[in-house]
Each structure stands twice: as C-alpha cells, then as structure tokens.
C-alpha cells in the first residue's frame, strides 16, 4: 500500500491548541475521485483542522475491505459498489458525493478500437466488453444501453480490467468494447473511439462515485465527518470553476502529462448529497440483478445519531 507523503501542515494562523484531526483516506488517482488532491493542495483540509494522509489505490475492493477493517478512515469509489456492499449487510455509509453524470461532459465511456466495424447496440450481442469493476456502476450503465438501444445484454461477456489496460486489450482484440474513464480515453484517441455514452441512460445529476466510511467509525467521529464533508463540499464548489489550476494539480500527483490532462472531459463535482442522486443507480442495480432488493437510498447516507 502505497501512502503520499501528503499531511497538511500547521498555517501561521492555526491555534497551536488546536489539535487537528488525523484522518487517512484512500482513492484512485483519476479525475472523477481527485477531489482530495484538490483538497490538500489547496489547503483546504488544512483550514478544516484535518491533518490527512492520501493513499493511492486502484482497487475499489481493496479501498473499501481497507475501510471495513479500520486501516482506512474514508474511502472513495464508484456508488455501485458501495451501495452492494450496504445492501450485502456491510456496514457503510456515505458521508459526502464526488462526481456526478454531466451528458454534455461525459467522463466515463464505452470505447471501440478506431478500426473496429462496430456501430450500434446489437452489434455488442455476444461480445466480449471490459468493465472495471464488474458488477460495477460500468456494467450497468453498459448493460442498460444495449438494452434501450435494440440490443441485449444478457448475450454480452463482462470481463474486468483496469482501465488503463484498456487500449491494449482493445488493439489485441482481448475485448470488443471497453469502458472508459479519463484521462486513459483521451489517452488512447489515436488508436480508439468513442462508442457510446452509456452513462446518459440513467439522465443527469446521479452521483458516479462517492466518499464513504465505516458506520460505527463515522459515528463515532462526526465532528471529524462534519468538517470532511464542508471541505469537500467547499473543494468541489473550487474545482467545478477553476479547472485549469485543477488540471496541474492532478498532472503533478498523478505524473501525467499536463496538456493531456487539460485536453481531457473533466468530472464535475456534486455540491449536495441528496437520496434523489443515488436512488437511480439503486433502482437499476435491482433490474439488472447486481443487488438483489431495492432499499431506499436515505438509509445509506450518513446521520449523526
């Protein structure tokens, strides 16, 4: 487990009384979950008295069993996931939203090789098409577009890999279509195409990916929750209006190449969590089987007792 030596450090202004909160939060390095490199960058964290430290992790499973077990305070990833493992009886709740589905800025994809001769959706029936997760918010939204636009789903052959493999897998023909993120889709424009904005299926202003956190562990600290969610919130309202200075601070954590990352469909962040943004991925995680009951979405966003 690899940690950033990111740990806000005391302003000239701060009370040395006043100690601040020490948290550890884990997320992947991609746009639409990089609000905490924003957050610290910009101090933003520091000015809500939390001292954090950043760890990098790709893998939305290992975030959350981090988060389960205590080594992890607060986790981010798809709302997907998180939403399974509640509904798993796992004890979650989500304490402040990330990105939001945007259709005119989609930053999650369903990507072709440039030469592929595919071109709707039932050219995908018995196709192979790499998600990450599976049984993620990606195989969703890709399984209710080939069900609303003639083609079908229950004929497609998931298979997971991480993004960034991507590319390759669709030049050596391992999958007919792949999920996209940024920045790897504008990453790979010279060799795929964009196929489809699955995300759209569901309409806008969904959350895509989510903080979350123990349930006994938020309650136990809800000042600490309280001042992380008004330094989100107060990071989001920053990134949303100054994507430029955002783009650099994701290029210097991430070592990606600045002018790729400002070419890029950035994320856009949500400023309220509300049950109305989480209601529809539950509902269509029911309808396709990936959860096997509907429960109402207010039960999994977090309440100080």
């Known amino acids: 487990m690899t940690t950033l030596a990111l740990t806000a450090a005391a302003t000239p202004g701060t009370l040395r009384a006043q100690a601040k909160s020490k948290i550890n939060i884990a997320f992947p390095i991609v746009d639409p979950t990089a609000e905490v490199l924003f957050a610290y960058d910009m101090g933003f964290f520091d000015r809500a008295g939390l001292d954090v430290t950043l760890t990098p992790l790709s893998n939305g499973a290992a975030i959350a069993a981090g988060v389960v077990s205590g080594a992890i305070d607060i986790g981010i990833g798809n709302v997907l996931t998180i939403e399974a493992a509640f509904k798993k009886g796992i004890p979650l709740t989500i304490v402040a939203p990330a990105a939001i589905n945007v259709d005119s800025a989609p930053s999650n994809v369903l990507m072709v090789a440039k030469t592929s001769p595919l071109k709707t959706a039932r050219d995908l029936n018995g196709k192979v098409v790499s998600i990450n997760p ?17 083609g079908d789903s229950t004929t497609v052959h998931f298979i997971e890999l991480p993004f960034q493999q991507s590319e390759a897998a669709l030049a050596q023909g391992r999958a007919d279509a792949a999920t996209g993120v940024e920045p790897f889709i504008t990453q790979s424009r010279t060799t795929t195409r964009v196929f489809a904005n699955t995300y759209a299926v569901l309409g806008e202003n969904y959350l895509i990916t989510a903080f979350f956190a123990a349930s006994a562990w938020a309650q136990a600290h809800p000042d600490v929750v309280s001042r992380f969610a008004a330094a989100i919130r107060e990071t989001a309202l920053w990134a949303n209006k100054n994507t430029d200075k955002s783009a650099e601070i994701l290029a210097k954590y991430s070592k990606l190449d600045l002018d790729l990352v400002k070419q890029t469909v950035r994320a856009v962040y949500a400023t309220t969590l509300t049950p109305a943004q989480l209601q ?8 396709y089987k990936l959860i096997d009951s509907s429960f109402r979405a207010q039960d999994i966003i977090y309440q100080p007792k």
Request: neutral net charge; hydrophobic residues 45%; without cysteine.
């Open 134 to 150: 599976l049984r993620g918010i990606g195989e969703l939204m890709a399984s209710a577009w080939i069900d609303k636009n003639g």
């Open 280 to 287: 529809p991925t539950i509902d269509g995680a029911v309808r």
